[in-house]
Nanobody, 115 residues
Framework: VQLVESGGGVVQPGGSLTLSCVASGFNFRWAVMSWYRQAPGREREFVAC?????????YYADSVKGRFAISRDNAKKTVYLHMNSLKFEDTAVYYC????????WGQGTQVVVSY
């Protein structure tokens, strides 16, 4: 299993970013894929998840509902996190996770919301 996150960076409050996670080593199409984040000094927390196959079912943490959207491209074995209206409190390292390997974490991608 390998998950490679990218797309992080520095963005001003109110701005947008799209994170990507490229997967390999497992049957991506049927895997539930999730995004988590860990802010400095805080526990890692759930952000969003998307069901396997067509991704018809999504769930979001209350803190990001209405601002973030998760999507997937099975042909590219990639899951995305589209982040809009970013806030200071969205600053964190973002990780994707697969139901196929519950104990595996990628290296993450850093998002900093700052002026």
């Amino acid at each position: 299993v390998q998950l490679v996150e990218s797309g992080g960076g520095v963005v001003q409050p109110g701005g947008s970013l799209t994170l990507s996670c490229v997967a390999s080593g497992f049957n991506f199409r049927w895997a539930v894929m999730s995004w988590y984040r860990q802010a400095p000094g805080r526990e890692r927390e759930f952000v969003a998840c998307i069901s396997g196959d067509g991704g018809a079912t999504n769930y979001y943490a209350d803190s990001v509902k209405g601002r973030f959207a998760i999507s997937r491209d099975n042909a590219k074995k990639t899951v995305y996190l589209h982040m809009n209206s970013l806030k200071f409190e969205d600053t964190a390292v973002y990780y994707c996770k697969t139901s196929q390997a519950p104990d595996y974490w990628g290296q993450g991608t850093q998002v900093v919301v700052s002026y």
